[in-house]
Nanobody, 124 residues
Framework: QVQLVESGGGSVQVGGSLRLSCAAS????????MGWFRQAPGKERLGVAS???????TYADSVKGRFTISQDNTKNTLYLQMNSLQAEDTAMYHC??????????????????WGQGTQVTVSS
């Protein structure tokens, strides 16, 4: 089993920045890729960014050029640097990890482990 714990969420004004972190523990050697998803109230959970063990990254169109996903394998920690935040970025952000990639990087069905989430609120 793998445990994921997110941190770094908060309230920020439009145009501001936040850095989310996700600490992984347990059987982390089984993880082949990780990602960030977000879910706004009343909406489905959607992929934001993913990264695989080789460092290949994928981003949703809505965050390209503004968000950066990275990982520190020595610390078993995943990051999401979020810049130029907009009101529509407001959501609960969840970290996820998977063992068997499907080739569709932001498909939530391939992720085996999920964190509880950290809230990001962007206001004008």
């Amino acid at each position: 089993q793998v445990q994921l714990v997110e941190s770094g969420g908060g309230s920020v004004q439009v145009g501001g920045s936040l850095r989310l972190s996700c600490a992984a523990s347990g059987k982390t050697s089984s993880i082949r890729f990780m990602g960030w998803f977000r879910q706004a109230p009343g909406k489905e959970r959607l992929g934001v960014a993913s990264i695989d063990s080789a460092g290949k990254t994928t981003y949703a169109d809505s965050v390209k050029g503004r968000f950066t996903i990275s990982q520190d394998n020595t610390k078993n920690t995943l990051y999401l640097q979020m810049n130029s935040l907009q009101a529509e970025d407001t959501a609960m952000y969840h970290c996820a990890a998977g063992r068997y990639p499907s080739g569709v990087d932001l498909w939530r069905g391939q992720y085996n482990y999920w964190g509880q989430g950290t809230q990001v609120t962007v206001s004008s």
